[in-house]
């Protein structure tokens, strides 16, 4: 022990240790030091007149004061105001009246430490005589470690309780029968019934007739300590209407683990499932504003293809007239009939580029029909090759013969080979050694069309953004066209997919064989 | 009857507008010689033209570029651009860079022979 503590296990008027008492005494003496000093609450003892006495180790650790600080000393000095002032006037009145406030019993209370910080303590008073001199004990146990768990459970639940009330999802918790406990204003919102109405109510209130089978299967899964996370389900507002919900629902345990209850999180996805259909019948739309959009783009190329065979047409026409002029010779009608053949082709080749046109831009009902998909490749190559500067382009078809006929939609998917064969002939403009490279196969599954070219590739910021709208390396492009094709792709059942092919990039769609003429575009 | 010296050039990238051109030409006892490029032309042609019926959109070096390029050098032939895309800001520009004429396709063959005949009898005069 060091000098501190004898001290304080001295106390201030101690007499008995001057060696004269008998051993009995000295015992004693020695076990009362060592309660006072090993206890872990604070003792004090005053006199009747307030002053200090006894003041233990664990009140040096509690009050900050030394025991030679305080011993002898009123004892009000360890309280802060307005006990402080009072404590005088609390004793008188005591030895006045013996009106016990304190003395006896005990109460909370706030100690005050030497650098005058606070905290709360429960004080319990007694009151002894010894020698005919009265005295008071007092025991002191601090409750600070305690208060501050309180008020960090308190904030805690707080917290918790703030976040389940601002919560935009219902937050529900029932009990394992399914009887209501709690109910959030979200819930209220969701489902048109008040806290009020709802708790103490069976869950069952919020079930459609045809799927009361599901709370059964939901607190079976539960029963087994699963959770159930976003489960995709119908529940029926208070008005009777229904409500597309999200349910995520898990165990509520007790202190011991024991499953008690289930907590239910629900979020409405009715505008979810309304936006989704939106955006379907904005692709559709957008698909054929895609298709006028790129066709703005083409007329100007497409005028200028089709004034190409017209020029022929009329030149042809015109030197034939020529040639017929003034009784022709047998060789001048040849070469005239030759001309008006050359001519007759040239009026197909625009008829053609017209039919293409035409094609393009008609937004068609979704209609599939069974077509040679190797047709549907070329058809789409010959229109996306037009009006292009493509002389110098490399270009090879290895289309497989062995391809069966498929069920798809035509314009469709020539958009997609066309939106394709477009950005890869983009991609090539001004290189070198640009070849374009386009192949159809087939396994028992699928049909592959592959378009590879010989450009730059994609930058690798975007390679794996390419089927994101509005990502674009033109600097004109909307980046919509890739989108389009995906869907476009998607709701054939096959997938679309790109890649660097150093050099250039490859595209490849792959087709199921299977689709069926009923099936929905 | 062909006339001497009635040699016109032609570039243009459409094989059936330069074959239907140059048999056109020849119906009216006009000589053609074709390329299909600008570069092509550039290659093989020879120095002296006395008319040249040059296409604007083409790949490679364009109609544009070619006129300009001719212009550059000092070469003063008569170049009757055809095209079958003009708008007014490509003609302007066309005829900025020294083009004597400007046809649409189609064109009226006449219109046409009209311009080669008198784009020949200058270059007669003139040489």
Redesign the interface.
Known sequence: MNSKSDKAGRAASDSASDGSIDSGLRERHGLFTALLETAVDGIIVIDPGGLIQIYNQACERLFGYRADEVLGRNVKLLMPSPYHQEHDGYLAHYHKTHERRIIGIGREVLGQRKDGTTFPMYLSVGEGTLDGQRFFVGIIHDLSAIRQEMAQREGADRLLAQIVQSSDDAIISKTLDGFITSWNPSAERMFGYGAVEAVGKHISLLFPSNRIAEEKEIMARLGLGLSVTHYETVRLHKDGREVLVSLSVAPICDGAGAIIGASKVARDITERKQAEAHALALQDELSHVGRLSAMGQMSAAIAHELNQPLAAISNYVKAAQRLLENDPTEQKLKTAREAMEKASNQTLRAGTIIRYLRDYVEKRDSARSRENLNEVIREAVTLAMMGHKHRNIGLSLTLDPAIPPMVLEKVQIQQVLLNIVRNALEAMAGIDHAELTISSAADAAAATITVRDTGPGFPAEVAGRLFQPFVTTKQDGMGIGLKICQSIIEAHGGIIEARNANPGAIFTVRLPLSLKEADKA | MKQDGWLVHIVD??E??R???G??L???NIEACDY??ADEFLRTAPANIPCLVLDL????TSGLELLKQLRARGLAMPIIV????IDPVLGAEVRAAGASAML??????QALLALIKQALAMGRIVG
């Not at chain 2, 055809?82 to 895309?85: A, M, P, T």
């Not at chain 2, 649409?104 to 063959?109: A, E, I, L, N, T």
């Open positions: 990238d459409d059936a507008v074959d239907s051109l048999f056109l020849e119906c009216n299909c490029s959109h083409m790949p490679g055809i095209s079958g895309r649409s396709k189609p064109f009226d063959d």
